[in-house]
């Protein structure tokens, strides 16, 4: 089982290099496809709730009524950056619950601008340590790493996902 968790590990590092050198380089094209929103949340919903439960966790999503089924957009990218976000959320939590929801922050026409806030009872981010959470490498202090385990990429290349789809990440936290 170790030998397992272990090559687990290291694979989802070697994927965040990766991926982190496509962005660097440039190779990442955004995709403009077809996709149901309800779908992506759902099975982002299934993917993160048997790992909750393990923690002892309640975890849930929450679609706003007012937000379409079907949407045009980069799918593949928005699941990627809310892998890496509720996986984070779920790590940093202990006790309690992370809650993944999806609004329209605005419509213009027939464009929506959606926003996806994460909600967890996890330990927090000092404010001091705020401004270096989506830089690439940095985690918020060593012993971060140590415990929690991670290369400091997965919230920089959300970050960078995040702006090559015309968006803006960000954080609301306290310790």
């Not at 190779?27 to 099975?43: A, G, Q, T």
């Not at 464009?111 to 330990?123: A, M, P, V, W």
């Not at 929690?148 to 920089?156: D, N, P, Q, R, V």
């Amino acid at each position: 089982h170790s030998i397992q968790t272990s090559a687990g590990v290291l694979r989802g590092v070697i994927e965040n290099i990766l991926d982190f050198s496509r962005i660097e380089a440039g190779k990442v094209v955004i995709d403009r496809i077809d996709f149901d929103l309800h779908n992506l949340v759902s099975d982002m919903t299934n993917l993160f709730m048997h790992q909750a439960r393990t923690k002892g966790l309640k975890f849930s999503s929450h679609v706003d009524p007012n937000v379409p089924f079907q949407l045009i957009g980069d799918s593949f990218h928005i699941r990627q950056v809310l892998i890496n976000l509720v996986g984070n959320a779920i790590k940093f939590t202990s006790d309690g619950s992370v809650e993944l929801r999806v609004s329209a922050a605005s419509t213009v026409g027939s464009r929506i601008r959606l926003r996806f806030e994460i909600e967890d009872t996890g330990i927090g981010i000092a404010d001091e340590d705020k401004t270096t959470l989506f830089e690439s490498f940095q985690q918020v202090d060593a012993s971060t790493t140590r415990k929690f385990g991670g290369t400091g990429l997965g919230t920089a290349i959300s970050r960078q996902l995040v702006e090559l789809m015309d968006g803006e990440i960000g954080l609301d936290s306290e310790l």
